[in-house]
C-alpha cells in the first residue's frame, strides 16, 4: 500500500523499529537516576499540561487546512505514512533560530519555528514534520518537555533547585542528543528520499536565505570531522556536546549514513519493520539488551580509536628518540 504516489505506509509500525539502541540505553539509565521520578511528578504537577500548551500557544499560529494549509497536509500525509491515527496539532512561532520541537505531557504538540519554513524547502519541512511525528511515537515529548522545563526555568528562578536537579539535567541532554538520532530516521522515513533529511541537516546547521548548498561538501565536511584530528581533538569533541540538546549537524548526517548503509532501511521499505504486536511479544529485558550492547560498541570503537591515536603518539616520541640517540 502507498502514500503520495510510490512511498511506503507502514501499518502498525512501532517506533522501536526506528529508534537508535543509545537512545533507549541512555533513556533507560535516566530513569535509574536517583530521585528521578520524583522530579518528574513535581515538575508536571509544577507546570501541568494547561501551562506548558499556553506556553507555546500564546505567540503562535496554529496550523489548519486554512492557516499554511500546505503544512497542514504534509503534516496529515506524515501521520497515514506512519499508520498514526491522531495528527498531533501543530504551531508555527515567529523565531529566529531554524528549529522545530514537540512538547506537551498528556497531548503532545510540534512547533515548527518560522525561519525553519523560510530556510527550508517544503519537502524538507516534512522530513522535519516526520522526524518530530517520530519523537511523538515514541513517547520523547514528555522528557523533552522536562528538559525545556528545566533549562528555561529552574537554573533562572530556582538556583538552588537548580543544582540539586543538575544531575538529572545532565542525563537529559545525554538523552536527548540520542532521542535525536532515533527521529533522524522516522525523517528518512517519512519523505523516503534521506538526502532530503540531510539536506535539512545541512540547512538547519548553517543554511541562510537564497543560497545554494551542496550536500555532497557538507557530507564530506561530515567525513573530515569525524575523522580527522588528534586525540586532543577527540577529547574537545565530546566536551563540547556536553551541554548541547542536539548532536551536531555533521554527525547526525554521518549516523544516518551509516544506518542506511547497514540495509536496516532498505529492509524496512521492503516491509520487514517491527510492529507493535512484536513488542508486546517481546520481553523487555532483550531490548534492553540491545540497547547496552549498541553503547557498548561505540564505547569499544572509542576506546579503540584513542588507543590508536595514543599508539601513534607513542610511536612517533619513540622514533624522534632514537634519532636524537
Known amino acids: 500500500m502507498t502514500a503520495n504516489g510510490d512511498r511506503v505506509r507502514f501499518p502498525d509500525i512501532s517506533p522501536t523499529a526506528w529508534e537508535h539502541p543509545a537512545d533507549r540505553a541512555a533513556l533507560n539509565a535516566l530513569r535509574r537516576i536517583p530521585g528521578w521520578d520524583l522530579v518528574l511528578r ?35 500525509t506524515v501521520c497515514d505514512i506512519f499508520d498514526f491515527d491522531e495528527p498531533p496539532e501543530l504551531y508555527v512561532s515567529q523565531t529566529p533560530l531554524v528549529n522545530a520541537g514537540a512538547v506537551g505531557l498528556d497531548r503532545p504538540f510540534i512547533v515548527l519555528n518560522s525561519s525553519t519554513i523560510e530556510v527550508l524547502d517544503q519537502d524538507e519541512i516534512e522530513a522535519v514534520i516526520g522526524h518530530e511525528v517520530g519523537h511523538i511515537l515514541s513517547g520523547h515529548a514528555l522528557y523533552r518537555t522536562m528538559l525545556f522545563i ?7 528562578r530556582y538556583p538552588l533547585a537548580g543544582i540539586a536537579v543538575r544531575p538529572i539535567l545532565y542525563g537529559l541532554l545525554e538523552w536527548s542528543r540520542k532521542a535525536e538520532l532515533s527521529c533522524d530516521r522516522a525523517g528518512v522515513l517519512a519523505t523516503q528520499q534521506p538526502r532530503v533529511m540531510m539536506s535539512a541537516l545541512m540547512k538547519i546547521a548553517g ?30 569533541k565530546m566536551l563540547a556536546a556536553l551541554g548541547t540538546t542536539h548532536p551536531f549537524a555533521v554527525v547526525r548526517v ?19 519493520y517491527r510492529t507493535t504486536t512484536d513488542d508486546e511479544e517481546t520481553p523487555y529485558s532483550e531490548d534492553l539488551g ?31 628518540w632514537q634519532r636524537n640517540d
Open 207 to 236: 543554511g541562510s536565505r537564497g543560497e545554494d548548498l551542496d550536500l555532497d561538501a557538507f557530507i564530506a565536511q561530515s567525513d573530515e570531522y569525524l575523522e580527522g584530528g588528534d586525540t586532543l581533538d577527540g577529547i574537545y
Open 290 to 320: 540491545e540497547a547496552a550492547a549498541g553503547y557498548a560498541s561505540a564505547a569499544r570503537d572509542l576506546v579503540d580509536d584513542v588507543g590508536k591515536r595514543v599508539g601513534n603518539v607513542t610511536s612517533r616520541v619513540a622514533s624522534a
Open 150 to 156: 528545566l533549562l528555561r526555568f529552574t537554573f533562572t
Open 254 to 272: 554521518a549516523e544516518l549514513r551509516n544506518w542506511i548503509d547497514s540495509g536496516a532501511y532498505e529492509t524496512m521499505l521492503n516491509g520487514d
Open 42 to 76: 513535581k515538575l508536571v504537577g509544577l507546570f501541568g499540561e494547561k501551562t506548558i500548551r499556553l506556553t507555546f500557544k500564546a505567540n503562535a499560529v496554529r496550523v489548519t487546512d486554512t492557516q499554511y494549509p500546505w503544512v497542514h497536509e504534509r503534516l496529515l
